[in-house]
């Protein structure tokens, strides 16, 4: 069933200037579904949002996260691979978005089970078009349940 009401959507991005732009987007799209927004900014608040402790212990489950690789205190790649190896948290697509054009990057991050892999353009226009295009296919792709 497609998603026709509500996403939660946790961005994992150190870049306030990325963040503002993927907020901008998701926000003005004009998409039906309205997307509920959380926001970490290194790898161990994402994971501490994810398993739900300290400052985070009513923090909703995301239907869908957009993961930076490059991250103070714990890479993207490792909170990839924790995600995706935890039983709770393993269903929960991840989309990596970076700069990184590295192909090793790529190969380990869809080795570690990432929905898609992208790079964030420079330019900020068609950033905002890549986060509508995201934004509608997981509007009609069907997310998975609850691990």
Known sequence: MPNTEKMNILIVEDSKSDVM???????????????????????????????????????????LILLDLRLPKKKGLDV?????????????PVIVL???????????????GAASYMNKPVDSKDFERLIHTVQEYWRIATLPPEG
Do not use: W
């Not at 990839?80 to 929960?92: F, P, Y």
């Not at 700069?99 to 090793?104: D, F, L, N, P, V």
């Open 98 to 112: 970076t700069h990184s054009t590295a192909e090793e990057d790529m190969a380990r991050a869809y080795d570690s």
């Open 21 to 63: 732009i993927i907020e901008r987007a998701l926000r003005k799209s004009g998409s039906e579904v309205k997307c509920e927004l959380s926001v970490a900014v290194d790898g161990e608040e994402a994971l501490n949002f994810l398993y739900r402790k300290g400052e985070f212990a009513d923090a909703p489950r995301p239907d």
């Open 80 to 92: 990839l691979a924790t995600i995706k190896q935890d039983e709770k948290l393993r269903r929960i």
